[in-house]
């Protein structure tokens, strides 16, 4: 009963922290010169209620736009997971692969997914095909440096009790090596992932005709806060559904093994 | 025998280490064959390594097309992101340890936090323009708020992994509060800190890229972006190749601070 009461403090102070901003930002609106630029947050939710069955722009409700957005982020993500684990692993367990295509990879690592974005439209245009290639930029860097990692990081013990034992290269790969890997090759992926949907949006912010991004700009270009902010809530409220499926398919995936937090 | 193992030990990281300049040799050796010799995508497209670098090297002192040099471009860049992201780093990490050591701090402004922390903060940019303009100062509390977000979470989960045992040792030993925070949970947290720094510092620097890239008259990303309007794809190579550059010199100088003030391990 104690327990009970006290989880309900901490909770009633929880929402207090976020009620007390909404208010600074509701006071702010109506008595600031912020107002003229500034929504209301009662107007962001209302019009929030609003898309989602109305359109925003000609042919989609937020959902639609949403969802344009999330086909974009899955191909580009399918395809940058399979590209980096293969290349991640076979670098991390083959000295000759690593001596082959580290180097290129170690140029290509540093560069800011974003900045992509106009060589991906002189070389693809401003159809699907650029966005699919900053997208699997995006992931492609950080799920390959992760499963490098892992590979590197194979407990050689582990892997010689397995020889031993009696193992074929081949068991040993898949019993051992990837077993082993699939914690770091997870933690590329929820970062991959996150970065993904951040580049999506950048990608449809420079150029576009749909997607969640879209509904900023345009929003933008028609000076309708409101819209910005409702894209903004949408984009965080998917953004955090996201880390939180990621979270739980880890848990399911790799019983095996606690990574830290 | 065992210095005969280290010379053949040696001797295949030579050679491992031909393969890599072998293979750099040959991406360009490829690129070069694929477009000034046998041409086969358009030089607006894919230039030739040879007309990167010239670009690269006129660039240096002339400021066509887009009225800055290389160097100005890279300064403007550098500015607004030192700016955001000191500022973001003096209130964030300090703000994440609070939270972490206070509990009253931690109830409050935690939620406010975990409701931030999703949104990318390319996601504000049109509404840094309109609030701000796009000034240096709009980019730069773009780059803030990028920066202080990891911060803030990586201090806090820092200090909250702080090894109870070691806080009763000093608890036994008659530490106040404020020393077993500045001996024992700060310098502890010191590896989960550094790597909030940075995650900050990667996420800022895309932050700006795509800040640049919209909106701006200055700058490596408003670089690449005209060079996208003027279909000068030599003049975005060396954009980006530069961006890279920049990444791959502050990543070498945080592991020269991380060395000076990180004892113990280093948090992946």
Redesign the interface.
């Known amino acids: 009963m104690k327990n009970l009461s006290k989880r309900l403090g901490?909770l009633a102070?929880?929402?207090?922290?976020?009620g007390?901003?909404i208010i600074i930002w509701a006071l702010a609106v109506r008595y600031t010169r912020?107002g003229l630029?500034?929504p209301s947050p009662w107007e962001v939710v209302k019009r929030f209620a609003y898309v989602c069955s109305h359109t925003i722009g000609k042919k989609y409700t937020v959902f639609g736009h949403l969802l344009i957005s999330l086909k974009r982020v899955l191909i580009g993500f399918a395809a940058a997971s399979v590209a980096g684990i293969i290349l991640g692993i076979s670098m991390g367990r083959f000295?000759?692969i690593?001596?082959?295509?580290?180097?290129?990879f170690e140029?290509?690592?540093?560069?800011?997914?974003?900045?992509?974005?106009?060589?991906a439209?002189?070389?693809f245009g401003i159809g699907e095909n650029a966005k699919f290639y900053i997208i699997f930029m995006a992931g492609f860097v950080n799920i390959t440096v992760n499963t490098f990692?892992g590979a590197k990081q194979v407990d050689e013990n582990v892997l010689g009790a397995a020889y031993m034992l009696g193992a074929s290269k081949l068991q040993a790969f898949f019993r051992v090596v990837i077993p082993s890997c699939v914690p770091y090759i997870f933690a590329g992926m929820q970062v991959g992932l996150?970065t993904c949907?951040?580049a999506v949006?950048?990608a449809e912010?420079?150029s576009s005709t749909a997607g969640i991004?879209w509904t900023?700009?345009s929003?933008?270009e028609n000076?309708d806060?409101v819209q910005?902010?409702v894209?903004?809530i949408a984009?965080?409220?998917v953004?955090?559904l996201m880390?939180v499926l990621m979270r739980w398919l880890e848990k399911v995936l790799c019983q095996w093994r606690e990574r830290g937090? | 025998m065992d210095e005969k193992l280290q010379n053949t030990a040696r001797k295949r990281r030579l050679q491992y280490r031909l393969i890599s300049l072998c293979s750099i040799l040959v991406f360009i050796g490829i690129w070069y064959l694929a477009t000034a010799v046998l041409q086969l995508a358009p030089s607006y497209s894919l230039p030739s390594p040879v007309k990167v670098f010239q670009t690269f090297i006129t660039k240096l002192t002339k400021t066509a097309p887009e009225g800055a040099t290389l160097g100005q471009h890279f300064l403007a860049s550098l500015q607004v992101a030192f700016t955001g992201y000191v500022l973001g780093v003096v209130i964030g990490v300090p703000l994440g340890i609070l939270m972490a050591w206070h509990k009253w701090v931690d109830i409050i402004v935690r939620p406010v936090f975990d409701f931030l922390k999703p949104i990318p903060p390319i996601a504000l940019i049109p509404v840094m323009i309109v609030l701000l303009g796009i000034t240096i100062k709009a980019k730069a509390v773009l780059i803030f708020f990028s920066t202080v977000i990891p911060c803030i979470l990586n201090s806090y989960s820092g200090i909250k992994q702080t090894k109870s045992i070691h806080l009763w040792v000093a608890q036994t030993f008659g530490a106040s509060r404020r020393q077993q925070l500045f001996t024992i949970a700060i310098p502890s947290a010191m590896p989960m800190i550094f790597a909030g720094l940075r995650v900050a510092m990667g996420s800022s620097w895309m932050a700006l890229v795509a800040a640049e890239l919209l909106a701006s008259t200055k700058g490596l990303g408003y670089m690449i972006s005209v060079g996208r309007a003027l279909l000068r794809s030599d003049l975005i190579i060396v954009g980006i190749l530069c961006l890279g550059l920049i990444g791959i010199v502050i990543s070498f100088l945080f592991d020269l601070l991380e060395k000076l003030f990180v004892r113990g391990g280093k948090e992946r």
């Open positions: 901490t102070l929880s929402l207090l922290g976020i007390a901003v912020i630029l500034l000295k000759m690593e001596a082959i295509f580290r180097p290129i140029i290509v690592r540093p560069i800011p997914s974003v900045a992509w974005i106009p060589l439209i002189v070389w990692a996150s949907w951040m949006l950048a912010m420079v991004g900023i700009t929003g933008q000076g806060m910005i902010f894209g903004i984009i965080a409220v953004g955090l880390a937090s």
